[in-house]
């Protein structure tokens, strides 16, 4: 089975900009979280969809948004980009039944740069 | 305020020995743990989990030790090798009525083997 796939893998963009990332989950898996981390905050988690529904949702400014389409695969947006927001972008795919659904397998991220 | 605890930031055991990485956490509501490993620039690989109603769990060279009582886990790696070397996240997922996609990560250990 293919793992979670993650689209571009680097990205460098300015401030003010805005930036769309592209995650695709592992077949069958349903849910989609995304989460960013950079080294003072370490992994931080941003959002989660499933069912085309945000269903849960970390603590970041409304600058960060997400959606999910009918197949699963989900973008995530960063609007108004800051310096700050320069970070390594995980997405994470798990399933939604089972024993195992609170396994989150991750993509190999999303490196993004402003400057 | 910190909800999962990696208190050691770097962790050094000679190839064939033992490596245990230790684990904090303070939410009671967190019922099952998960230990990811990390390379630089990859995303998190899963490697090891544990539900709450259990105390230990066991896949090949990896354990995992959890004391509710003293909100502790640990992973055990026998033997560690040479290759076991990367940062090591522990990860929570609370239990609000249902499995969550929110996963919270401690800050990491850093572990290296030495040949």
């Known amino acids: 089975k293919a793992g979670v796939t993650q689209t571009p893998r680097y990205l460098i963009k300015t401030r003010g900009q805005q930036v769309t990332l592209s995650c695709s989950p592992i077949?069958?898996?349903?849910?989609v979280s995304w989460y960013q981390q950079t080294p003072g905050q370490g992994l931080q988690f941003l959002f989660e969809?499933?069912?085309?529904?945000?269903?849960n949702k970390g603590n970041f400014p409304g600058r960060f948004s997400g959606r999910q389409f009918s197949n699963s695969r989900s973008e995530m947006n960063v609007s108004t980009l800051e310096l700050g927001d320069s970070a390594l972008y995980l997405c994470?795919?798990?399933?939604?039944?089972?024993?195992?659904?609170?396994?989150?397998?991750f993509g190999p991220g999303t490196r993004l740069t402003v400057l | 305020d910190q909800q999962v605890k990696q208190n050691s930031p770097s962790l050094s055991v000679q190839e064939g020995r033992i490596s245990i990485l230790n684990c904090d956490y303070t939410?009671?509501?967190?019922?099952?743990f998960l230990w990811y490993k990390k390379y630089p620039a990859e995303g998190p690989t899963f490697l090891i989990s544990?539900?709450?109603?259990?105390d230990k769990n066991e896949d090949g060279r990896f354990t995992v030790f959890l004391n509710k009582s003293a909100k502790h886990l640990s992973l055990h790696i026998v033997p560690s090798q040479p290759g076991d070397s990367a940062v090591y996240f522990c990860?929570?997922?609370?239990?609000?009525?249902?499995?969550?996609?929110?996963?919270?990560f401690g800050k990491g250990t850093k572990l290296s083997v030495k040949p």
């Open positions: 990860a929570a997922s609370p239990f609000f009525g249902g499995s969550q996609g929110n996963l919270i």
């Open positions: 544990i539900s709450s109603i259990k």
């Open positions: 994470a795919s798990r399933l939604l039944t089972g024993t195992r659904r609170n396994e989150q397998f």
């Open positions: 939410n009671s509501m967190f019922d099952y």
């Open positions: 969809y499933f069912s085309e529904t945000q269903r």
């Open positions: 077949s069958g898996h349903r849910s």
